[in-house]
């Protein structure tokens, strides 16, 4: 045991330094606009950007380093959860030092706004990036990123000319050859609320009872899962969001799933899509850098960066996509407003629960 | 003379009346923030949202209660046999590997379950390569990886060292007195085996599954990992899914009621019943001859299938994504450690304060403090992160708002220690006080007649003989903040990020393969100080 104590007290004084190592970091991002009010140094606020985020570092730490390199304003981030980051800025109220809240899936940014966080912003900029269905009506968060749930198949086993709509497969055509995702995914419980806003709450029960009949194995932990339970055949068709099959098959091109996209008929109510999304913090003591920051992620440089990076789609219209998602054509989408996924999420999870989809 | 001897005991007392009763009201200070939590969720219980509860009621908590009914006692018998049979063949028979199996077996106690839930879906899925071979090679189809067995199994692998350990701590320091006596009456090896060994450690036994349970009963990964609902995810369900945060405190409610019951029975096990070894003679192990090799096989595929499969596993990933791998690892690596070395001193600390209030004041007051505060290792870490954050914040923003005093209670590194400390006492207290029940009263009397008292008597007494018990409890503690994610992501500070927040920032993505590198990591540093310690401990016995 005294052996383990000289260790202890080791990284004891090691965790010191490296405590020391964040203040000047800190300190640094101050010092090239020396005029503004310097704030308390310590919950990492100078007077660069504090962004909380439930992306991945992987895909937002280039484009905070891109912002950075052409503007000079540091942005500092804290990674979590959407959920717990929102109970984080409630709980943190007007201290906080959060400004910039991105995240996933239109529920969270709904409810984001719905706890009251998120500050309105009038900008010319992102209303002409950003089409009216992917923001929010009264303008507390942004689309920066459209994520489509579509129909994936095995165009061999279930070939296209058999798929048509999402309600579709529900049919007993497809009895032990569909693969989904849990309910408990935040994109399965969006796809189902805007379901529900379209098509009404009994008939969304009675398609999801429907699916649950068809499926070839347990609901499965996520998209991946998926994707390969179509590879190997235990079944033909199943529900993701496309970039997990642009991640697969760049990974392994001759993997043989495809795209479908379906609801396309005339009077189709188009593809299921989802954003991520982000908002300027109510007590951001900076909401004109904030704002700022997040025009410049609506606009050209930054949106080829985060969709083509992710494989996702841009939110901005005018920002081409990625070359490999090209190959699977346009689409026409599902013009719902997305906030519309948080006002009924509550509801398609409780519709989930009792059409027995776990 | 017999003046002087009374004269004597009226000094001593007044002193050891004191100096305990200073050690209960430290327990009692350690016990504070736990009621923090406690106090979150009983506040929940007043605000019930008779919708949402009316919802679950029907079409939730029936299957999660039976699901998690059935997870725990699967678990629970799973580890405590492989766990005592482990420790039994380690510490009281010879085989072949034996010396090696003894600190090998313990090291599945680095690889977090969500890992290797993760990675035996991977390895055993119908996807999976393995699973495809078979199927066209000989056409032979796995049976669901994805079910209750196959959680059962992977729990228990990842779990059943916390049994091992204490198993082995106790069959190791019962002493021969014991057995031989038992042979002495005539009984054969087994029947002294199960007469006298297993009584004898069936309190360390019972220690260790009650934390196997409460870890299971805690465990949102892995059993999301196999879309099996327990009240975590029922929990998660109503944060995330429904939006309220009071029916997820509420849940947990209900589950500290299943925490409260399995600590009763617990409780029951070890009641009026003396533990104190019989000298300290070692016990002689049996040489299992020929049938050796059987155990020898046994162990080894325990170690293959809880260890070397799954880092095979996540190396033959992360071998895809080595160019992931950056300067910001080390600084990932270097918070882990430091996080998880603060934590473990802390917090076995504290488990000494709380155990030894226990057993010098015996009493209400104090088997309430060691209740409270062992209770969180019960709980998910993710509510316990809102049941103590949030609390403090809104607090420190109240004091803020309403007299512009900044607290800083909160975005430094003490709230995330004492965090740790609410949710991992238990791991702590287990080994802790369970070193302490060894020491026999008499012993304690006999140095205090001689006037051995205080912190003299701590480090000349206690000390020497609960070294080991500190040990295992602060690697117990290290490897376990090493794996922990939810309260790390909540309240570490900025700039202290962990390789398990890069592990939850690749898998929120589904970046499963480039999430094997952090992962691996975790493995392989937990390791080093579980492979410190045992194989010294090892070697020592």
Not at chain 1, 15 to 25: F, I, L, M, W
Not at chain 2, 38 to 59: C, M, N
Not at chain 2, 362 to 380: A, E, H, M, Q, V
Request: include cysteine; hydrophobic fraction near 50%.
């Amino acid at each position: 045991m005294r052996k383990l104590l000289l260790p202890a007290a080791i990284l004891f004084a090691l965790s010191a330094c490296s405590g020391q190592d964040t203040a000047p970091a800190t300190g640094d991002a101050a010092a090239p606009s020396a005029g503004e009010s310097a704030d308390t140094g310590a919950d990492g606020q100078g007077d660069g950007l504090v962004v909380y985020t439930s992306r991945n570092e992987q895909l937002v730490k280039p484009l905070f380093d891109r912002y950075t390199e052409e503007t000079g304003v540091e942005i500092t981030y804290m990674t979590d959860k959407a959920p717990p980051l929102m109970e984080r800025l409630k709980a943190e109220g007007s201290r906080t030092p959060a400004d910039v809240f991105i995240t996933v899936d239109a529920g969270n940014l709904w409810q984001a706004a719905n706890m009251d966080l998120l500050q309105p912003i009038e900008s010319e900029v992102l209303e002409a990036n950003i089409p009216d269905n992917l923001q929010d009506p009264e303008n507390r968060w942004f689309g920066l990123s459209v994520r489509a749930r579509t129909i994936i198949h095995n165009p061999e086993r279930a070939p296209a000319s058999e798929l048509s709509t999402y309600e579709d497969l529900a049919d007993p055509k497809w009895k032990g050859r569909l693969c989904l995702r849990t309910s408990g995914a935040v994109y399965n419980q969006s796809l189902v609320a805007t379901m529900m806003a379209t098509l009404g709450e009994e008939e969304t029960e009675r398609v999801v009872r429907g699916w649950v009949d068809n499926l070839a194995a347990a609901p499965m932990a996520n998209d991946n899962a998926v994707i390969e339970a179509i590879a190997s055949g235990r079944c033909d068709v199943g529900i993701t969001n496309t970039y997990y099959l642009g991640r697969a098959l760049k990974q392994d091109p001759e993997l043989p799933v495809t795209v479908f996209w379906p609801n396309q008929a005339e009077g189709g109510r188009g593809v299921h899509v989802n954003v991520s999304g982000a908002g300027v913090v109510k007590h951001s003591d900076q909401p004109q850098a904030a704002q700022a920051f997040i025009e410049w992620l609506s606009g050209g440089t930054a949106q080829e960066l985060f969709a083509g990076e992710n494989l996702e789609y841009p939110a901005n219209p005018e920002v081409p996509m990625a070359e490999l998602i090209q190959a699977w054509g346009e689409y026409r989408q599902d013009l719902i407003n997305v906030s519309q996924a948080g006002a009924m999420q509550a509801e398609a999870v409780k519709l989930m629960d009792r059409a027995g989809y776990r | 003379m017999q003046a002087t001897a009374e004269h004597l005991i009226r000094q001593d007392r007044p002193a050891t009346a004191g100096a305990a009763r200073w050690w209960v009201w430290l327990a009692v200070l350690l016990t504070l923030p736990s009621l923090i939590p406690l106090l979150a969720t009983a506040g929940a219980l007043l605000r019930p949202d008779a919708e949402i509860i009316g919802h679950l009621w029907r079409y939730v908590l029936p299957q999660v209660a039976g699901n998690t009914f059935w997870l725990l006692l699967w678990v629970g018998a799973g580890t405590a046999v492989l766990g005592t049979a482990l420790a039994a063949l380690v510490s009281l028979c010879e085989f072949p590997g034996r010396r090696l199996f003894a600190w090998l077996l313990v090291l599945p106690l680095a690889m977090p379950g969500y890992v290797l839930a993760v990675a035996f879906i991977g390895l055993f899925d119908y996807s999976s390569p393995l699973a495809g071979w078979l199927r066209d090679g000989i056409g032979w189809q796995l049976p669901e990886i994805r079910s209750r067995a196959g959680l059962v199994a992977v729990l228990t692998l990842t779990l059943y060292p916390y049994v091992y350990l204490v198993a082995r701590e106790a069959f190791a320091s019962q002493g021969a007195r014991a057995m031989e006596a038992a042979r002495a009456l005539g009984m054969g090896p087994w029947r002294a085996f199960w007469r006298a060994s297993v009584p004898m450690a069936r309190p360390w036994i019972a220690g260790g599954v009650l934390l196997v349970l409460m870890e299971t009963l805690a465990d949102f990964g892995a059993v999301s990992a196999f879309n099996y609902d327990t009240f975590a995810t029922a929990i998660y369900k109503a944060w995330f899914g429904l939006f309220s945060t009071d029916t997820a405190l509420q849940i947990a409610g209900v589950m500290l009621l299943v925490l409260l019951a399995l600590v009763g029975m617990e409780v029951v096990t070890r009641r009026r019943q003396a533990f104190t070894a019989i000298g300290t003679a070692p016990a002689a192990r049996r040489p299992l001859g020929r049938r050796g090799w059987w155990a020898t096989a046994a162990c080894s595929l325990v170690v293959l299938l809880a260890l070397l499969l799954p880092l095979g596993q996540l190396g033959w990933y992360a071998s895809g994504h080595l160019a992931d791998h950056d300067t910001r690892y080390f600084a990932s690596i270097r918070n882990a450690l430091s996080l998880s070395a603060m934590a473990a001193a802390l917090t076995t600390a504290a488990a000494f304060v709380i155990a030894l209030a226990a057993r010098e004041r015996p009493g209400p007051l104090t088997t309430t403090t060691t209740r409270i505060t062992t209770l969180g290792y019960g709980l998910p870490g993710s509510l316990l992160a809102i049941g103590l954050y949030v609390p403090v914040a809104s607090f420190s923003t109240w004091v803020f708002e309403r007299h512009g005093i900044e607290l800083l209670l909160e975005g430094g590194l003490l709230l995330l220690l004492v965090a740790y400390g609410i949710r991992f006492l238990a791991v702590a207290h287990a080994p802790v006080s369970g070193g302490l029940l060894r020491i026999r009263p008499s012993l304690v009397e006999a140095s205090r007649s001689m006037g051995v008292t205080g912190a003299r008597q701590l480090c000349r007494v206690h000390w020497p003989l609960l070294r080991g018990s500190f040990a295992t409890a602060a690697l117990l503690v290290f490897v376990d903040t090493m794996k922990e994610m939810p309260i790390t992501l909540m309240m570490r500070p900025f700039g202290w990020d962990t390789l398990a927040t890069r592990v939850f920032e690749l898998t929120s993505e589904g970046e499963y393969a480039r999430a094997a590198l952090p992962s691996l990591a975790i493995a392989l540093v937990g390791l080093v100080p579980v492979i410190a310690l045992t194989r010294r401990r090892g070697n020592a016995a």
